[in-house]
């Protein structure tokens, strides 16, 4: 057992990156399909193909999914990832060829690293190209290269985050997995303890918390923090349920 999403057999995980500008891109491929359920929330989603994943409309199944960093500008790289399944011929099957179902969804870095170098169609195709069923790196890779933590006091005094994945297996063999890219506005906790999040002068971590609570009436945060992902199992479900 890998302990992260890789132990959902079927699954690839690939990421690319540009690590001095701060931004990057992972996905997940199903090169069989999967079936898909979606939900979007907060005050400034930046997404691609989740109203296909509605459970009442038609699509039951997609062949990967894209998280990537660039705000909108990175909802780009998923054509990328949809022009190297199509060449596969991965994808849904509409007779003069196959559409590869690809949702997406973006996280905001354009604050840290270099606002003008977004992930795009070349970048997702070299994700595509980099995936594996057996290796996943976590931390500063794909999606969490420009993802970050700690936004109190500005982008001056935050913290990189990165991207992570987890598995859990029952006894009797369910498996659910998590990837996750964490471009929180708060702290990243560990045994009581916080490991990440806004830096004081003097190389300490505030809490942010606290200092929402002082300060909640002057703070503007919405809309440039945003945590995405994916949740993964080995369970049979439906659309529905997987929604």
Known sequence: MKHNILDIKGLKVGQAQNTEAKTGVTVVIAEKGAVC??????????TRETDLLNPINAMERVQAVVLSGGSAFGL??????????????????????????????VLFDLGYGDAFVRPDKAMGRAACEAASDEILMEGDYGAGCGATVGKLNGMEHCCNSGIGSWAETTE??????????????????????????????????ANTEEGVIKAASSLSFGGKNTTIGIIATNVKLTKAQAT
Do not use: C, H, Q
């Not at 990328?80 to 596969?88: A, F, N, P, R, T």
């Not at 498996?175 to 190389?203: M, Q, R, S």
């Open 37 to 46: 359920g979606v939900d979007v929330r907060g005050a400034a989603p930046g």
């Open 76 to 105: 780009e790289a998923a054509s990328g990832v949809m022009d190297y399944l199509e060449e596969k011929g991965i994808g849904f099957d509409v007779g003069v060829t196959k559409v590869p179902i690809v949702p997406s969804a």
């Open 172 to 205: 009797n063999g369910i498996t659910v997995a998590a990837l996750i890219a964490v471009n929180a506005f708060g702290d990243v906790w560990e045994n009581g303890k916080i490991i990440a999040g806004t830096k004081n002068p003097d190389g300490t971590f």
